[in-house]
């Protein structure tokens, strides 16, 4: 069975740090990328990284790259992303969701709704 359990989240004071995990079981992460999303109440959700593991490859977006960083742990099935420098903003769910590994296109590519499988996410809460 495919399951993806993020955990980590939790209450934060703006400039600190937070580490969230996500574990997988049901594939290896050689087979699929993992991504990072978050959403917001009220606002649509936001890819926030990806890793593939099979190429060793992280990728970010714009505005969050230099205050995460996304790695993973092959051998625990584990993807982890670390949140440094944590502003009011940053308060969302954080959904982690596979996509079928390419060798021609980085997960930074992948389309919303190629994502398969989805966690049931993990709340970070940044106060000010």
């Known amino acids: 069975e495919v399951q993806l359990v993020e955990s980590g989240g939790g209450l934060v004071q703006a400039g600190g740090s937070r580490r969230l995990s996500c574990s997988v079981s049901?594939?290896?992460?050689?087979?699929?990328?993992i991504g990072w999303f978050r959403q917001a109440p009220g606002k649509e959700r936001e890819w926030v990284s990806c890793?593939?593991?099979?190429?060793?490859?992280?990728y970010y977006g714009d505005s969050l790259k230099g205050r995460f960083t996304i790695s993973s742990d092959t051998a625990k099935n584990t993807v982890y992303l670390q949140m440094n420098s944590l502003k009011p903003e940053d308060t969302a769910v954080y959904y982690c969701?596979?996509?079928?590994?390419?060798?021609?296109?980085?997960?930074?590519?992948?389309?919303?709704?190629?994502?398969?499988?989805w966690g049931q996410g993990t709340q970070v809460t940044v106060s000010s």
């Open positions: 890793i593939s593991s099979s190429e060793s490859k992280t």
């Open positions: 969701a596979a996509v079928l590994f390419s060798w021609f296109y980085g997960c930074d590519q992948a389309s919303f709704y190629q994502y398969e499988y």
């Open positions: 049901g594939f290896t992460l050689h087979d699929y990328a």
